[in-house]
């Protein structure tokens, strides 16, 4: 009884997944889907390997204290642009390397040329979020934005970067 709950878990969370328009769900919100009684690891282990075999991937990644699947797929998203593609770059190897927590007026400032065709796409399809912290506004990559650079995160430096664009 428990296989057959396990896989109706397993079908329910990989059909959810797969409509969402957001493209990524909360842990938390999973776990409330799921019986306490299943294995939220198995469960989400099934999960991966559906959407695997139908040529997508589940990643994870935290963004403001919680936990988040991003349902993604190999290559680029087509409705970012390669200069959009650079501005996240160069915006998330800012966030890792030198604050996470990046003014609005600072990058205003960094990325004046760009800002209305590319910052403001990337905001405005949540690649990006304007978040309100005390006094200042700043700007956090949103799972979205990680999911898109998922490829080339664990490479990405802010001085490879910089001397990329010297050259």
């Not at 006094?135 to 956090?140: A, C, D, L």
């Not at 650079?149 to 664990?154: C, E, G, V």
Request: negative net charge; charged residues 30%; aromatic residues 8%.
């Amino acid at each position: 009884m428990e296989s057959k709950n396990l896989d109706d878990t397993v079908k329910k969370i990989t059909r959810l997944i797969l409509t969402n328009q957001q493209r990524m769900i909360r842990e938390e919100d999973l776990r409330n889907i799921c019986d306490d009684s299943l294995d939220f690891n198995q469960m989400i282990n099934d999960v991966y390997l559906n959407l695997k075999n139908v040529g997508f991937e589940l990643i994870t990644t935290k963004f403001l204290d919680q936990k988040y699947f991003i349902l993604t797929t190999e290559g680029k998203d087509d409705n970012i642009t390669p200069s959009q593609y650079g501005s996240l770059a160069l915006i998330l190897a800012l966030s890792k390397e030198i604050d996470e927590n990046i003014k609005i007026s600072d990058l205003k400032e960094m990325f004046s040329n760009v800002w209305g065709s590319d910052i403001e796409y990337l905001i405005e399809y949540d690649y990006l979020r304007k978040i309100q912290i005390e006094n200042s506004e700043i700007i956090k990559v949103t799972p979205l934005g990680k999911a898109i650079m998922k490829n080339i995160i664990q490479n990405l430096q802010l001085k490879n970067l910089i001397d990329f664009f010297k050259q």
